[in-house]
T-cell receptor, first 108, second 115 residues
Framework: GQQVMQIPQYQHVQEGEDFTTYCNSS?????IQWYKQRPGGHPVFLIQ?????EVKKQKRLTFQFGEAKKNSSLHITATQTTDVGTYFC????????FGTGTRLTVIP | EAQVTQNPRYLITVTGKKLTVTCSQNMNHEYMSWYRQDPGLGLRQIYYSMNVEVTDKGDVPEGYKVSRKEKRNFPLILESPSPNQTSLYFC??????????????FGDGTRLSIL
């Protein structure tokens, strides 16, 4: 299946600091989805990016799709304890292959 | 309420004893899939189904079987479970068609321990 590398694997931030996770592919992606999984929970869909260079915002979350459609990022501004969880990117066409995820810990 | 329901939520069993994890969705979704989640490896797809009677292997299908006889159900079968299949399993569904992606809705997960 498609291979994507997601970095970092873990990130600890102080509450109020910013956080970014990156998803990189060696091949061009048709689209990419982002999911969040809270501790003990199941993945929940956040957003889908389709167009080259696309940028979408959800409150403090900013999602970007690279111009070459080979990478994507999720940036959280001024993290809060509610942001704790693992963030997955998931590129795919007919089916989804998930990145390994970035586990975010927010220290109050 | 729109949901994906997995059963059981937890199961401890022994090597070689056949088991089935059921998955049912009430959203009339065409696409369903199974994932396993292991520490450091993220979510890996086991099998997926585009529609009734259509199933395909994902990344890690070995040791698993699935069937899609009805649109709403997509059971995962472990004919002869082994300890390396100890994992957290998620079922997911989406209204996706063959040439597009739709958001996947996940069940709450099934934690399997094979002794």
């Amino acid at each position: 299946g498609q291979q994507v590398m997601q970095i970092p694997q873990y990130q600890h931030v102080q509450e109020g600091e910013d956080f970014t996770t990156y998803c990189n592919s060696s091949t061009t992606l048709s689209n990419i989805q982002w999911y969040k999984q809270r501790p003990g929970g199941h993945p929940v869909f956040l957003i889908q990016l389709v167009k080259s260079g696309e940028v979408k915002k959800q409150k403090r979350l900013t999602f970007q799709f690279g111009e070459a459609k080979k990478n994507s990022s999720l940036h959280i501004t001024a993290t809060q304890t509610t942001d704790v969880g693992t963030y997955f990117c998931a590129p795919g066409a007919n089916n989804l292959f998930f990145g390994t995820g970035t586990r975010l810990t927010v220290i109050p | 309420e729109a949901q994906v329901t997995q059963n059981p939520r937890y199961l401890i069993t022994v090597t070689g004893k056949k088991l089935t994890v059921t998955c049912s969705q009430n959203m009339n979704h065409e696409y369903m899939s199974w994932y396993r989640q292991d520490p450091g490896l993220g979510l890996r797809q086991i099998y997926y189904s585009m529609n009734v009677e259509v199933t395909d292997k994902g990344d890690v299908p070995e040791g698993y079987k699935v069937s899609r006889k009805e649109k709403r159900n997509f059971p995962l079968i472990l004919e002869s479970p082994s300890p390396n299949q100890t994992s957290l399993y998620f079922c997911a569904s989406s209204p996706g068609t063959e040439y597009s992606n739709q958001p996947q809705h996940f069940g709450d997960g099934t934690r399997l321990s094979i002794l």
